[in-house]
């Protein structure tokens, strides 16, 4: 079956950079492509990305762009999200998601499997 | 930028119809997606492409669409149904992802 297995929890402080893996089983790793996603305490999901599984090809959103980077290791068929310069309100539980392409796309944009979530907090 | 509206909270009876709505002015060139997530526990699909429905998914979720606005549907709900309700989307260009506010579902 599909799984997709993230690290462990982290503690960062303010400034400091933080990488997460995602471990998929269960499936061929390069026929789909990672989202990562965010949920804050009291907020609501927050797309980070994807990265596409096959030649590493990376989307971010405006507001990450800089400050996050995903990458694959097609060896071990996990994929990162590194974010740096955190602060505080980076503090969020931390989903990888994968993304099931139809017909000729590369993506549908949209999570049929996620991560158990890592939880990253941002605290001096 | 573009948003997507779902109104904060929905609270029903067992058994009752719950309706939750999520409104945004791509949705009518882009698919919708719902996703349920309990607390502590990682979101999962409900409903893709506006009204499909994975297998495993009890019959008692739908989705509709009209114009701007999406519908899920939860007929005959039960007390395992009390969850945060996410829509989510694409914008007009399909080069990004958006979601929903959330939605708790409380079930009286």
């Not at chain 2, 999406?70 to 969850?83: C, K, M, N, P, R």
Request: charged letters at 15%.
């Amino acid at each position: 079956q599909v799984q997709l297995v993230q690290s462990g929890a982290e503690l960062k402080k303010p400034g400091a950079s933080v990488k997460v893996s995602c471990k998929a089983s269960g499936y061929t790793f390069t026929n789909y492509p990672i989202h990562w996603v965010r949920l804050a305490p009291g907020q609501g999901l927050e797309w980070l990305g994807i990265i596409y599984s096959d030649d590493a090809t990376t989307t971010y959103p405006q507001k990450f762009q800089g400050r996050v980077s995903m990458t694959r290791d097609t060896s071990t068929s996990t994929v990162y999200m590194e974010l740096s310069s955190l602060r505080s309100e980076d503090t969020a539980v931390y989903y990888c998601a994968r993304d099931p392409p139809f017909g000729y796309s590369r993506s549908s944009y949209y999570f049929d499997h996620w991560g158990q979530g890592t939880r990253v907090t941002v605290s001096s | 930028s573009y948003e997507l509206t779902q109104p904060p909270s929905v609270s029903v009876s067992p058994g009752q119809t719950a309706r939750i709505t999520c409104s945004g002015d791509a949705l009518p060139k882009q698919l919708a997606y719902w996703y349920q997530q309990r607390p502590g526990q990682a979101p999962v699909l409900v409903i893709y492409k506006d009204n499909e429905r994975p297998s495993g998914i009890p019959d008692r979720f739908s989705g509709s669409s009209s114009g701007t606005t999406v519908t899920l549907t939860i007929s005959g709900v039960q007390a395992e149904d009390e969850a945060d309700y996410f829509c989510q989307s694409s914008d007009a260009y399909g080069s990004y992802v958006i979601f929903g506010g959330g939605t708790k579902l409380t079930v009286l």
